[in-house]
Nanobody, 124 residues
Framework: QVQLVESGGGLVQAGGSLRLSCAAS????????MGWFRQAPGKEREFVAG????????YYTVSVKGRFTISRDNIKNEVYLQMNSLQSEDTAIYYC?????????????????WGQGTQVTVSS
């Protein structure tokens, strides 16, 4: 039984920082890419960041480049998203996900395991 549990979300002022964590259990995902998506009210789920199986290569949507950093710990079977300089546009439910292969992609259908989501709200 695979389970992904996000944590670290909450309410933060614009310009502040949050660090999201995602703990996976039930299987080891050291040879799978991992990613973060977000969904704001009235909008479709959006790719935020992805990281390959080794943790060497990472990818970001344009709007978060330079502000967010994705990382992973294959020993702990966890993935993280450090979010700095948060703005109101970052307000959304954030989901971690496991990719079907070793390289991440932008398409949510390419990920086969999902967490329940954690709310990030940025006030201004």
């Amino acid at each position: 039984q695979v389970q992904l549990v996000e944590s670290g979300g909450g309410l933060v002022q614009a310009g502040g920082s949050l660090r999201l964590s995602c703990a996976a259990s039930g299987r080891t995902f050291s040879r799978r890419a991992m990613g973060w998506f977000r969904q704001a009210p009235g909008k479709e789920r959006e790719f935020v960041a992805g990281i390959d199986w080794s943790g060497v290569n990472s990818y970001y949507t344009v709007s978060v480049k330079g502000r967010f950093t994705i990382s992973r710990d294959n020993i702990k079977n966890e993935v993280y998203l450090q979010m700095n300089s948060l703005q109101s546009e970052d307000t959304a439910i954030y989901y971690c996900a496991i990719h079907r292969s070793i390289q991440p992609s932008y398409t949510s259908a390419s990920y086969d395991y999902w967490g329940q989501g954690t709310q990030v709200t940025v006030s201004s």
